[in-house]
């Protein structure tokens, strides 16, 4: 078989497992051999057939295959690397194994394309959630946020990876939404698999809290995209256990063959879980004594993972054995299931977004706010300080009556302190000023951002800065707002030509071009980014290609203010007696 074909095969076999079709991903990867290919190619067939396993339920058999694709992805470059890393710490995660997951999650990070990297972050979000690092946890999916335009494929895992975080960290209606988010965007982007998991993470919510109609919704759908044993294992799980709630004894057979299929696979992680969900079904339903026996075989399993994993998901459901667990002596060795007394609380991650759509994103999700101007409130304290009752009716609430802006503020008040917890404007009676608290909030502010970018000591920040301050607060009018969006303008191609000087007498000349060209669209009308557009352009394109932009520049500026500036005249004369290079 020729070099390109076996490539194909490769290519093709991921297609096909894409598709549900494993037998035939099977047998295109069965041709190859695997001797006659180059490291890069033998690495990615034999992740390839990891994945394959892995999802069929063979999670030893992936992990296996995988360290043999490694071996061989040492001498491959770096990209693949970074893809056979990516599997590894997937398939240790899956075993249970979060702290090998994560050095190679950590390493495939660092390897990997954009798009791949954002793949690592939810991964490394998981992994760090089912530890019960939730600050860790959530510091990923926040990067994996920022950067899902680079992998518009993944924007399914983001919400859904956002749904285990909030059932984690007990914030039940927030997992709802984030899942029901999955759950769209998965369909909308024909990932059933994607869609199965945030259903059943659904199911999980529904059961705790009781909701059977949901639960019986849910687990509808779910059972429609079931393709594989994995797959159909999790749905043993969570519907036995829905079942077993109901007082249906075989909820219990549904539990058995759950815990079976994962002990045969290695996936030790969700052993411990069914354990903990069988030993509530027995508690329920009886015998107590296999309730005992659970409980002794979660306990085992948890230990020989290292008794790392965080718990509270499962238990928070689990009423009868958190009690047999709370009940046990100080030194019973089941009480390695329990939870540390003190779990540090999550911090919450806010952004306020004010270069597009105003908004409030509370960790990734938008925040639904009624009141049209409590972005502008919240941007105005950022930007002026604390400032008394009268300066924010006349600034922000220009032409309203004194008592309805008093009222208003009132209102967007109490709407941050039931939206965004921890975020607050309270009023200080002595000084007799409005600011913004945060207490156990991580804030971050759009604008913010793009002064530190122009304040940084790297100048190449500005080529990678979005500089769309025409923008601020879309939708406002108010002077102040006008008057700031006015002032950045200036100030980023302030910066932008010193910046532009120091590039084209180093011979940056490249660089010169981009920053131009981005900062022409933040002010069209200025003479000297065009003239930096041009002699960069000149240098980086040729003279024919420079005259052909010059041109160009003083036909915009013949339109848009009825002349040609003096400074593009004399750059066009110029440009016409350089030779041609």
Same mark, same amino acid.
């Given at each position: 078989?020729?070099?390109?074909?076996?490539?194909?095969?490769?290519?093709?076999?991921?297609?096909?497992?894409?598709?549900?079709?494993? /037998?035939?991903?099977?047998?295109?990867?069965?041709?190859?051999?695997?001797?006659?290919?180059?490291?890069?190619?033998?690495?990615?067939?034999?992740?390839?057939?990891?994945?394959? $396993?892995?999802?069929?339920?063979?999670?030893?058999?992936?992990?296996?295959?995988?360290?043999?694709?490694?071996?061989?992805?040492?001498?491959?470059?770096?990209?693949?690397?970074?893809?056979?890393?990516?599997?590894?710490?997937?398939?240790?995660?899956?075993?249970?194994?979060?702290?090998?997951?994560?050095?190679?999650?950590?390493?495939?990070?660092?390897?990997?394309?954009?798009?791949?990297?954002?793949?690592?972050?939810?991964?490394?979000?998981?992994?760090?959630?089912?530890?019960?690092?939730?600050?860790?946890?959530?510091?990923?999916?926040?990067?994996?946020?920022?950067?899902?335009?680079?992998?518009?494929?993944?924007?399914?895992?983001?919400?859904?990876?956002?749904?285990?975080?909030?059932?984690?960290?007990?914030?039940?209606?927030?997992?709802? /939404?984030?899942?029901?988010?999955?759950?769209?965007?998965?369909?909308?982007?024909?990932?059933?698999?994607?869609?199965?998991?945030?259903?059943?993470?659904?199911?999980?919510?529904?059961?705790?809290?009781?909701?059977?109609?949901?639960?019986?919704?849910?687990?509808?759908?779910?059972?429609?995209?079931?393709?594989?044993?994995?797959?159909?294992?999790?749905?043993?799980?969570?519907?036995?256990?829905?079942?077993?709630?109901?007082?249906?004894?075989?909820?219990?057979?549904?539990? $058995?063959?759950?815990?079976?299929?994962?002990?045969?696979?290695?996936?030790?992680?969700?052993?411990?879980?069914?354990?903990?969900?069988?030993?509530?079904?027995?508690?329920?339903?009886?015998?107590?004594?296999?309730?005992?026996?659970?409980?002794?075989?979660?306990?085992?399993?948890?230990?020989?993972?290292?008794?790392?994993?965080?718990?509270?998901?499962?238990?928070?459901?689990?009423?009868?054995?958190?009690?047999?667990?709370?009940?046990?002596?100080?030194?019973?060795? $089941?009480?390695?299931?329990?939870?540390?007394?003190?779990?540090?609380?999550?911090?919450?991650?806010?952004?306020?977004?004010?270069?597009?759509?105003?908004?409030?994103?509370?960790?990734?999700?938008?925040?639904?706010?009624?009141?049209?101007?409590?972005?502008?409130?919240?941007?105005?304290?950022?930007?002026?300080?604390?400032?008394?009752?009268?300066?924010?009716?006349?600034?922000?609430?220009?032409?309203?009556?004194?008592?309805?802006?008093?009222?208003?503020?009132?209102?967007?008040?109490?709407?941050?302190?039931?939206?965004?917890?921890?975020?607050?404007?309270?009023?200080?009676?002595?000084?007799?000023?409005?600011?913004?608290?945060?207490?156990?909030?991580?804030?971050?502010?759009?604008?913010?951002?793009?002064?530190?970018?122009?304040?940084?000591?790297?100048?190449?920040?500005?080529?990678?800065?979005?500089?769309?301050?025409?923008?601020?607060?879309?939708?406002?009018?108010?002077?102040?707002?006008?008057?700031?969006?006015?002032?950045?303008?200036?100030?980023?191609?302030?910066?932008?030509?010193?910046?532009?000087?120091?590039?084209?007498?180093?011979?940056?000349?490249?660089?010169?071009?981009?920053?131009?060209?981005?900062?022409?669209?933040?002010?069209?009308?200025? /003479?000297?980014?065009?003239?930096?557009?041009?002699?960069?352009?000149?240098?980086?394109?040729?003279?024919?290609?420079?005259?052909?932009?010059?041109?160009?520049?003083?036909?915009?500026?013949?339109?848009?203010?009825?002349?040609?500036?003096?400074?593009? /005249?004399?750059?066009?004369?110029?440009?016409?007696?350089?030779?041609?290079?």
């Amino acid at each position: 078989m020729a070099q390109g074909d076996q490539t194909a095969h490769i290519d093709l076999a991921g297609c096909l497992r894409f598709e549900g079709e494993f /037998e035939a991903a099977r047998q295109h990867l069965a041709g190859l051999n695997i001797a006659q290919l180059s490291s890069r190619d033998a690495a990615l067939a034999l992740r390839e057939a990891a994945i394959l $396993e892995q999802q069929c339920g063979e999670v030893s058999r992936a992990a296996t295959l995988l360290d043999e694709a490694w071996s061989h992805a040492v001498g491959a470059p770096p990209l693949t690397q970074a893809a056979v890393a990516h599997s590894i710490g997937l398939v240790a995660a899956h075993q249970g194994n979060d702290v090998k997951a994560e050095a190679y999650l950590r390493f495939a990070e660092d390897q990997a394309d954009p798009a791949r990297r954002v793949y690592v972050q939810l991964a490394r979000a998981a992994s760090a959630t089912y530890l019960g690092k939730f600050e860790n946890a959530q510091q990923h999916l926040t990067r994996a946020q920022q950067h899902i335009a680079d992998c518009p494929l993944a924007a399914p895992l983001l919400p859904y990876g956002w749904g285990t975080w909030y059932r984690a960290t007990g914030c039940g209606e927030q997992a709802r /939404e984030a899942f029901g988010e999955a759950i769209r965007l998965a369909r909308e982007q024909q990932q059933p698999e994607t869609e199965f998991y945030a259903q059943l993470g659904l199911v999980a919510l529904a059961t705790a809290a009781g909701d059977r109609t949901l639960e019986r919704v849910s687990l509808r759908r779910a059972r429609a995209l079931v393709k594989t044993p994995r797959a159909q294992a999790y749905l043993d799980w969570r519907e036995g256990t829905a079942m077993v709630c109901e007082g249906d004894a075989r909820g219990l057979e549904r539990l $058995e063959a759950a815990r079976e299929a994962f002990q045969a696979a290695g996936c030790t992680r969700e052993v411990v879980w069914v354990l903990l969900h069988l030993a509530e079904a027995y508690d329920r339903l009886g015998p107590l004594e296999a309730a005992r026996e659970a409980l002794r075989g979660a306990a085992d399993a948890h230990v020989m993972l290292g008794g790392q994993q965080h718990l509270a998901p499962e238990l928070h459901g689990l009423k009868q054995t958190r009690q047999r667990l709370d009940a046990l002596g100080e030194h019973e060795y $089941e009480r390695v299931l329990c939870a540390p007394s003190q779990q540090t609380p999550p911090v919450a991650h806010v952004d306020l977004v004010t270069l597009d759509s105003p908004a409030i994103l509370v960790n990734g999700q938008r925040a639904r706010l009624q009141m049209r101007k409590s972005v502008e409130v919240l941007a105005y304290l950022l930007r002026h300080g604390a400032s008394p009752l009268v300066t924010l009716q006349t600034e922000v609430f220009d032409g309203v009556p004194p008592a309805r802006a008093k009222n208003y503020i009132h209102q967007v008040r109490l709407e941050l302190k039931r939206l965004v917890p921890g975020l607050s404007v309270p009023y200080d009676p002595g000084a007799q000023v409005y600011r913004v608290h945060c207490e156990g909030v991580h804030l971050t502010w759009d604008l913010q951002e793009v002064r530190d970018a122009l304040l940084s000591t790297s100048p190449d920040v500005m080529l990678t800065t979005k500089f769309n301050v025409k923008d601020f607060l879309r939708g406002s009018e108010s002077e102040w707002v006008e008057a700031e969006r006015e002032r950045m303008s200036r100030w980023i191609v302030r910066v932008g030509l010193e910046t532009m000087d120091t590039w084209y007498n180093e011979g940056d000349y490249a660089k010169c071009l981009k920053l131009a060209e981005r900062l022409i669209e933040v002010d069209p009308l200025d /003479e000297g980014l065009h003239d930096f557009l041009i002699r960069a352009t000149a240098q980086v394109c040729g003279i024919s290609a420079a005259r052909t932009t010059c041109w160009e520049s003083q036909a915009f500026f013949a339109r848009e203010v009825g002349h040609v500036p003096p400074l593009l /005249e004399r750059l066009a004369q110029q440009l016409q007696q350089q030779p041609l290079n």
